[in-house]
Nanobody, 121 residues
């Protein structure tokens, strides 16, 4: 069973950038499709981005397309989310997720505990 731990929480001004990381342990991250989700205060958790096992394919929510980039380093068992041109509406707790299906916005089985991103206007 893989354990996921996010890092990179922070407070940033609108227009700024932040990079989140997710470290996988207890398993090989290359065995999983990795995704990021987020949950803003008072809202449901939503899909942000996904990356295939090899890293050759990625998909994004329309709200972050062109601003966020998901990547992975299977040798280091890490997945990252580079967030640029941040907006106040990007404020949320961001969760790392591991599963088996790439072509869906539904989450996989395993979750991290989340990391808080706050974007000030």
């Amino acid at each position: 069973q893989v354990q996921l731990a996010e890092s990179g929480a922070g407070l940033v001004q609108a227009g700024g950038s932040l990079r989140l990381s997710c470290a996988a342990s207890g398993g090989t991250s290359s065995a999983y499709v990795m995704k990021w989700f987020r949950q803003a205060p008072g809202k449901e958790r939503e899909f942000v981005a996904a990356i295939s096992r090899s890293g050759g394919s990625a998909s994004y929510a329309d709200s972050v397309k062109g601003r966020f980039t998901i990547s992975r380093d299977n040798a280091k068992n890490t997945v990252s989310l580079q967030m640029n041109s941040l907006k106040p509406e990007d404020t949320a707790v961001y969760y790392c997720n591991a599963g088996n299906v790439f072509g869906t916005t539904l989450p996989g089985t395993y979750w991290g505990k989340g990391t808080l991103v706050t974007v000030s206007s």
